[in-house]
Structure formats: structure tokens, C-alpha cells
């Protein structure tokens, strides 16, 4: 089935005049801040520079994606911005403000990029988490802490752009995190800004703890934010969502389908379902009596403990640990034994819980035919591993 590189090729030839914007045009700008336009984009927003010559550019230079985001990308990204720099619908849109942040001390991952799509309208893309594990250790902690510092970022960032660009409508959007931040800046903006926002696009992100939810500031926009999530998510079903979802057919399945080259397009939209799968309820329903369960402080020991573990050898990207396998699988578990008593069972009972807890959302969902099967075969794993401690 089609997808956002098919709708590129059939739609690229006409301009946001002729064929107003749309919800996958609002994937494939959230995509865009994938790429590393380091050098190429200027961050503070004095020089804009049309997509076609920052593609130039990028391609001159045989920039390789396993320095940007590493594993989570692939030649798809390639392929979309050669097609979307030779159309007329995205050639001449402008980028600028192109911010890449990645700060161990702060455990911040943080890259967005603003793109002036015509008619003094602004899309504001935010990056999800990329290939760092200070990025994934911060998406962990965004079920200890109320605020995130990539969220104070997007904040920060999308008042400076809206500030410098006063009379122009604004969008804003993300995939995975990004569409997290994209809403969480929407709802915390300024007054001023907050009223020209036309709609905000969570692209299968994760949702806020309840306090957030709760908050006037989010109530103000929720009406304007779209949240799109495949058929069987499980990143957009994180935490909570006070806004409805809309159901996308995607042409993968289970986690791979968060990658968003795999929702299926036709038209000018994505092909809408009218619910998720059993599989995402059971992810959705487990995940959440998990957290539920379990303090906050124990959710920061375990986070704490598991990225102390995976960060063995002075790794930083999944890469780093792709390309040491044996190697680095040896580490954690030296570095895993190594490990004061209480980190020890601070990891051990958190994974024995999630573990307990999805059993028990399998036998709740209505799933005899499938699971009928695997039960037995889960549970005797688990007492393996009763009886091993």
C-alpha cells in the first residue's frame, strides 16, 4: 500500500494554494526534523534557506544518517527529501531555526526545525528521540517527573520562533516525542502565541502524567491537538491522553509500526480505523497498572539502574551497542553484578512486575484463540525465574 513517499510523488506538483494542508503533509514535515541540518540551517532564524538548497547541500556533502539517528532511520529519509526538494509542494518552503541539543548533564535530547510552508504560516517540527541513550533515559523519566528538560526546551524554542514571527499562523507537530513536546510547548506558550496556533500534531507520542492534563494551560488547546497512532501503538499510548485519537492502518506490525513510513496513505489522508488492536489494549492496559503500581522513586531507581547498565564501556547510541554485540551484552552484565543489592532488586522486581502485570492483561483482553497457547509457555518462564533468585 501507498505510503508518504507515494503521496510525495502523487502530490508534489501541487502547492499548499491548490491543495490545502493536510494531516500527511503534517507527518512528513514532523519527519523532516530527522535529518541533521547541522550547518546547513541556521539556528537563530536571520537566514532562511529555500528545502531545495538545504537538500543540495546535504547530499554534496554525503551526509551519513548513522551520525544523526543512528538504528531509528533508514534510506526512507534519503528518498523523501530527495522528492520533496524536486516538488513544487515542498521545494520552496524555508527552513530555519535548525537546533540540535543533546546534554548529558541535564539527560537532555532536544532538536526541532521551523519550516515557513507560504501564505505567513509556520509548521514547527519537533525531533523524537533519536539514537542517543541520554535521549531514551529522558522519555523513562517522563513517568517520574512532571516536566522533562527537553519539554522546557520546545517551550522555550517555539516562543522565540513565535515571537520573532508575530502575524503568522502556526502548526506545530512531531513524531514519538516530538508530538509530546509539540503539545506540551502549545499548552504552556504565551497567550499571544498560544492564540495564532491553528492545530498541533502528535504523530503516535506519548501523552503527560495527569497533572499536566488537569492544568487550564492544556485545557486551552486541547481541542486543537490530533493525535494519530497505527493500529497497534505503543508509544502513543504512553501515559495520558485527555484528547481522542484517531487509528491509522499501518503496513507493519507491532512496535515496528511507530515508524511512520509505514502508515498507509490514500488521497490526501491516512487510512483511518475505527479502533487499535487487542495487542495495543494489553501494551496500553499493562503499562499503565505498572506505573500505577509502583512509587515514583522506584520508577526513578530502575531507570537510574537500567541506563546505568546499558551505558556500560562509555556507550551513548544504540549504535554503539549494535556494533559491539557480545561485547557490550558482556559489560551490562558485569556492570549488572557489579550493582549495589538494592539497584539489583530495584531492576529484578520491576521487570518481574511488568511481566506479572502483562500476564494478567493477556487473560483480562479477550484473546482465548491466540494466547491459549503461549500462556503456559510465559508462565513457565517466570517461575524459571522465581526460582532462580
Given at each position: 500500500m501507498a505510503n508518504i513517499i507515494d503521496y510525495i510523488i502523487w502530490r508534489g506538483d501541487l502547492s499548499f494554494e491548490t491543495a490545502?494542508?493536510?494531516?500527511?503533509?503534517?507527518?512528513?514535515?514532523?519527519?523532516?526534523?530527522?535529518?541533521?541540518?547541522?550547518?546547513?540551517?541556521?539556528?537563530?532564524?536571520?537566514?532562511?534557506?529555500?528545502?531545495?538548497?538545504?537538500?543540495?547541500?546535504?547530499?554534496?556533502?554525503?551526509?551519513?544518517?548513522e551520525h544523526n539517528t543512528g538504528d531509528l532511520t533508514d534510506e526512507n529519509f534519503y528518498k523523501m527529501l530527495k522528492l520533496m526538494a524536486e516538488s513544487k509542494r515542498y521545494g520552496e518552503i524555508r527552513l530555519l531555526y535548525y537546533v540540535k541539543k543533546t546534554d548529558t548533564l541535564k539527560e537532555m535530547q532536544f532538536s526541532a526545525i521551523t519550516l515557513d510552508i507560504g501564505n505567513k504560516t509556520?509548521?514547527?517540527?519537533?525531533?523524537?528521540?533519536?539514537?542517543?541513550?541520554?535521549?531514551?533515559?529522558?522519555?523513562f523519566m517522563m513517568s517520574v517527573m512532571d516536566v522533562v528538560p527537553s519539554?522546557?526546551?520546545?517551550?522555550?524554542?517555539?516562543?522565540?520562533?513565535?515571537?520573532?514571527?508575530?502575524?503568522?499562523?502556526?502548526?506545530?507537530?512531531?513524531?514519538?516525542?516530538?508530538?509530546?513536546?509539540?503539545?506540551?510547548?502549545?499548552?504552556?506558550?504565551?497567550?499571544?502565541?498560544?492564540?495564532?496556533?491553528?492545530?498541533?500534531?502528535?504523530?503516535?507520542?506519548?501523552?503527560?502524567?495527569?497533572?499536566?492534563?488537569?492544568?487550564?494551560?492544556?485545557?486551552?488547546?486541547?481541542?486543537r491537538i490530533i493525535t494519530?497512532?497505527?493500529?497497534?501503538s505503543v508509544i502513543g499510548m504512553l501515559l495520558e491522553h485527555e484528547e481522542n485519537y484517531t487509528v491509522l492502518r499501518s503496513n507493519q506490525k507491532g512496535i515496528m509500526q511507530h515508524d511512520g513510513f509505514s502508515w498507509e496513505v490514500k488521497g490526501p489522508k491516512f487510512i483511518h480505523l475505527k479502533k487499535v488492536?487487542?495487542?495495543?489494549?494489553?501494551?496500553?492496559?499493562?503499562?499503565?497498572?505498572?506505573?500505577?503500581?509502583?512509587?515514583?522513586?522506584?520508577r526513578r531507581e530502575f531507570t537510574n539502574a537500567l541506563?546505568?547498565?546499558?551505558?556500560?564501556?562509555?556507550?551513548?547510541?544504540?549504535?554503539?551497542?549494535?556494533?559491539?554485540?557480545?561485547?557490550?551484552f558482556t559489560a551490562m552484565i558485569k556492570t549488572y553484578d557489579k550493582l549495589d543489592a538494592d539497584l539489583k532488586k530495584a531492576v529484578k522486581?520491576?521487570?518481574?512486575?511488568?511481566?506479572?502485570?502483562?500476564?494478567?492483561?493477556?487473560?483480562k483482553v479477550d484473546y482465548p484463540d491466540e494466547w491459549r497457547g503461549k500462556l503456559p509457555k510465559i508462565n513457565k518462564l517466570i517461575q524459571q525465574r522465581r526460582r532462580s533468585e
Open positions: 490545502p494542508f493536510n494531516e500527511v503533509d503534517n507527518l512528513i514535515l514532523s519527519e523532516l526534523s530527522y535529518l541533521n541540518f547541522e550547518g546547513i540551517v541556521a539556528g537563530d532564524g536571520d537566514k532562511e534557506i529555500p528545502l531545495y538548497k538545504a537538500a543540495e547541500i546535504y547530499f554534496n556533502e554525503e551526509r551519513d544518517l509556520l509548521f514547527i517540527s519537533f525531533r523524537g528521540t533519536d539514537d542517543t541513550l541520554i535521549g531514551w533515559k529522558e522519555d519539554q522546557k526546551e520546545a517551550l522555550k524554542y517555539f516562543n522565540k520562533v513565535a515571537d520573532n514571527y508575530m502575524h503568522h499562523k502556526l502548526y506545530l507537530g512531531g513524531h514519538s516525542k516530538g508530538g509530546n513536546l509539540a503539545v506540551y510547548s502549545a499548552a504552556y506558550a504565551k497567550a499571544r502565541n498560544k492564540a495564532r496556533i491553528i492545530n498541533i500534531y502528535n504523530n503516535d507520542g506519548p501523552g503527560f502524567k495527569e497533572t499536566i492534563l488537569e492544568t487550564k494551560n492544556y485545557m486551552e488547546i486541547s481541542d494519530l497512532v497505527p493500529q497497534s488492536t487487542r495487542e495495543s489494549v494489553i501494551a496500553d492496559k499493562t503499562i499503565k497498572n505498572f506505573l500505577n503500581g509502583i512509587s515514583v522513586e522506584r541506563f546505568e547498565i546499558v551505558s556500560t564501556n562509555e556507550y551513548t547510541t544504540l549504535t554503539d551497542i549494535r556494533d559491539s554485540r557480545w561485547k557490550a522486581n520491576t521487570v518481574a512486575l511488568l511481566l506479572n502485570e502483562g500476564m494478567r492483561n493477556i487473560i
